[in-house]
């Protein structure tokens, strides 16, 4: 489903009716913010100025426990530590996830209070930013590893088939745009690779546990010396050393790379353990979440994101493959 501008106006009026239920004053005024997998709209009170995040969810990807279990362990993390984090606004009825109706279907709409701070810069700052995330990724994971969800948690199980496989969530990455025979077949090599690493990765205790899984600069917010993650949205279960990959999303053949791989790990390893099997898994898991990326594209193709990446994304994609497989593999 795409989210055309006359959907996104119909679905700013249903926000506007919809207010009362999070207590909004009736002349807040909503103005989009971004769309991508869902639309995400600001809410301003005229009067007192105080901002608010509406996000729109797009029918068919979460259901409504999903959605109010991301939520739950927003909450839990805003009582049980310091992070800086979205909190999720309740509503006048017993869930905070409001339903939008319209046109036959019905959206899930839930409300967040406003964090201050602009998304970081692929630059020579990202680094000192790479390593306040290594820490803020490592207590997430902290947290994760020590609380209870509650009994009627339900959030997505990242694994290789929903990850990578021809079914996968995202779609499927051999229907990605400009994909060559020579591309697809180096890719699927690195797919059998990953398939053996990951076998015996899997062997090691801890590893797995909720993520938030979508740690990319887009949903990271920074101001003066603090740095903020917003989007919960893909949070689930996955290996832990997966959220690096996320991290670098888009970008992972930039020449920044590996200072910044040192960076997240030299500020994780302040926080929690991150030991030589971590390590040498990221490269692993970076050509997972490159590959899940490409599918994206593929299923996501009028996105804003998709367009503007263009065609050239695969190549990418088997380009790190190249580097990702050994010389015997890539000459076959």
């Known amino acids: 489903m795409t989210f055309t501008p006359a959907l996104l106006a119909r679905l700013e009026q249903r926000l506007i009716a919809a207010l009362p239920a999070w207590q909004l004053p009736a002349d807040t005024r909503i103005e989009l913010l971004t769309t991508s997998e869902n639309a995400t709209f600001l809410a301003r009170c005229p009067q007192t100025g ?10 068919d990807y979460h259901t409504r426990a999903e959605i109010e279990s991301e939520l739950d362990w927003l909450a839990a993390l805003r009582v049980d530590t310091r992070l ?22 019905r959206f899930h709409a839930v409300g967040f209070d406003f964090i201050e701070g602009h998304s970081p810069q692929a630059d020579d700052t990202l680094p000192a930013w790479f390593e306040k995330l290594g820490a803020l990724t490592a207590a997430l994971h902290e947290h994760s590893r020590r609380w209870t969800p509650p009994e009627n948690f339900v959030r997505t199980r990242w694994h290789l088939d929903s990850m990578i496989g021809p079914h996968g969530l995202w779609g499927d990455w051999r229907q990605a745009p400009g994909l060559t025979v020579s591309d697809e077949r180096v890719i699927a090599c690195a797919i059998e690779r990953i398939h053996r690493v990951i076998g015996v990765y899997d062997r ?38 997966f959220d690096f990959a996320a991290a670098i999303s888009f970008f992972e053949l930039d020449p920044l790379i590996p200072r910044l791989r040192q960076a997240w790990i030299r ?36 996105s804003h994101t998709a367009r503007s990446l263009g065609e050239g994304f695969i190549e990418g994609t088997a380009t790190l493959a190249r580097a990702y497989l050994d010389p015997a593999c890539t000459s076959k």
Request: glycine letters at 6%.
């Open 267 to 302: 500020g994780y390893r302040t926080v929690a353990e991150f030991d030589a099997a971590d390590d040498a898994a990221l490269d692993t898991f970076i050509m997972i979440r490159r590959i899940m990326l490409s599918a994206w594209l593929a299923t996501h193709a009028d």
């Open 84 to 105: 800086r984090a979205p909190l999720p606004l309740s509503t006048t009825g017993p869930s905070p996830v409001v339903e939008l109706a319209l046109g036959g279907r």
């Open 204 to 241: 090691l205790s801890g590893r797995y546990g909720l993520v938030h899984a979508d740690l990319r600069l887009a949903n990271l917010l920074v101001e003066n010396d603090q740095l903020a993650v917003i989007d919960f949205d893909d949070c689930g279960f996955c290996w832990y050393a």
């Open 50 to 59: 105080r901002r608010r995040v509406l996000r729109v969810h797009r029918p």
